[in-house]
């Protein structure tokens, strides 16, 4: 181990000049080179006692007898600025507005309830005995399990725990949403457009591009690209959800409709829609004007989110492939377009199985031919088994047809019985294992 204090020195002009404070310089076992420190003392003695606290400390880290000193002043803390610090880490991140206030809501409250003073106040039993005490809904439990989760794994990362104390927490499991989403009819879509009135555009909008309600009102002229040889919406980071830039078309009714209410010589940063996205009571009344419950027989609600339910829905009955469909609704898992989105009471599922080729041989509906369904026929009474029509059929052995096809694909070997020819009933055995090793093999 090398340990030692020393004067800089260094040469200006020819002439040697000496620093008049003491560095420091050591290399513990196992370093590769050396570390120099600064102290800002002209005294030999009291450098070499720094020196040797700096390298003690050293070797107990090193030991695991002692705690790294970022740790150390990160305990120290109060747990509040390393609080402040996380949400406006977020908020140079650009995540939405909406998100980083409620994650300041959920740690406030934590940090107040559970009186967690410093990170060492930080345990699962103190969360969990605030949670236990909890009247609030399921969803609401894990929205600060996980705001809490974020915060540590971010303290985690950041060397400032060694370890996230909530990790070993799960999730409080049965979650039933409070209400569930329906989508829109494309006749009560139409309805809802008529009956309107100013916010027709915007529920035109919505249902032909699924904008959200956040993207609704920070909307800018800027944004709206009718010019373009196929009209988009430039939707900016800032104003997404996912914190990213997003170009959304436009359908040729929405931009329509939006160079109509375009005002004359406006600002490129006014707003599309100021003071105009509608809150429930407002989005109540223009339902109820087009006749659209808000709440149908099976309990599902309408509201201007279900709007975006009713977009996905267009697109799926459209036809839309499921990749464009979650593209187009700018999600990132597609189990949220698949499933949370879905309304399946729309899917024409009737219609789909009526549309399925018939089964039976004699109905008037008649069987597609060339399908898998098509070629089961039953087989005859005599012993001989129809060729398949692939070419290349070679006999290995009585009895047996073996299609040797590209592949050799030895699920076509059909073997049939000769039972028949003593008064029993023709069979067909629909592959012999070992007899499909021997032709493919010998």
């Known amino acids: 181990m090398k340990c030692h204090v020393f004067k800089r020195k260094r040469r200006k002009n020819g002439k040697l000049h000496v620093s008049p404070v003491y560095s420091g310089r050591y290399r513990l076992a196992g370093d590769v080179k050396d570390t120099e420190v600064a102290f800002e003392t002209t005294d030999k003695q009291v450098a070499e006692t720094n020196l040797r606290l700096i390298v003690n400390e050293k070797e107990r880290e090193r030991a695991g007898m002692l705690a ?38 959920h740690l406030a409250t934590l940090i107040t309830d559970c009186k967690w003073k410093t990170l060492g106040d930080v345990t699962a039993e103190s969360f969990c005995t605030w949670r236990r005490g909890q009247t609030n809904s399921v969803k609401t439990l894990n929205e600060y399990l996980g705001s809490a989760l974020h915060f540590l794994n971010w303290l985690e990362k950041g060397e400032k725990v060694s370890r996230n104390p909530l990790r070993s927490v799960d999730k409080i499991q049965g979650h039933t949403p409070t209400f569930e989403r329906r989508s829109l009819t494309l006749e009560q879509a139409k309805k809802l457009i008529e009956k309107g009135g100013p916010r027709a555009p915007l529920y035109l909008l919505v249902m032909t591009a699924g904008l959200r309600r956040e993207e609704l009102q920070q909307l800018e002229w800027r944004d709206v690209r009718l010019d373009a040889e196929c009209p988009f919406l430039a939707l900016r980071a800032a104003t997404t959800k996912n914190g990213k830039n997003a170009q959304q078309p436009l359908h040729p009714d929405a931009a329509e409709a939006l160079r109509e209410m375009r005002p004359i010589d406006v600002s490129p940063k006014a707003k599309v829609f100021p003071r105009m996205v509608p809150r429930m009571p407002r989005v109540r009344k223009d339902l109820a004007e087009a006749g659209i419950p808000v709440v149908d027989a099976e309990g599902k609600r309408m509201d201007l989110h279900a709007l975006r339910h009713t977009f996905q829905m267009l697109l799926t009955l459209n036809g839309s ?25 729309k899917l024409p599922t009737a219609a789909t199985v009526n549309a399925l080729p018939s089964l039976l041989k004699n109905s008037k509906q008649g069987t597609p031919q060339g399908t898998p369904v098509g070629t089961l026929s039953p087989v005859s009474g005599r012993h001989e088994v129809s060729r398949s029509g692939t070419p290349n059929e070679n006999h290995d052995e009585p009895g047996m047809l073996i299609n040797t096809g590209f592949g050799r694909d030895a699920s076509r070997i059909v073997t049939a019985s000769h039972e028949s020819e003593n008064g029993a009933r023709c069979r067909v055995r629909t592959c012999d294992f070992l ?8």
Request: charge should be positive.
């Open 68 to 105: 790294p000193r970022n740790l150390r002043e990160a305990m120290r803390r109060p747990i509040t600025e390393h609080m402040e610090e996380f949400i406006r880490e977020l908020r140079v991140k650009r995540r939405a507005p909406r998100y980083v206030d409620g994650v300041h809501t």
């Open 321 to 345: 492939l499921p990749r464009v469909t979650m593209e187009l609704m700018r999600h990132s898992d597609m189990k949220l377009t698949t499933k949370t989105y879905t309304d399946a009471g």
């Open 435 to 442: 007899r499909v090793k021997q032709a493919l093999y010998h």
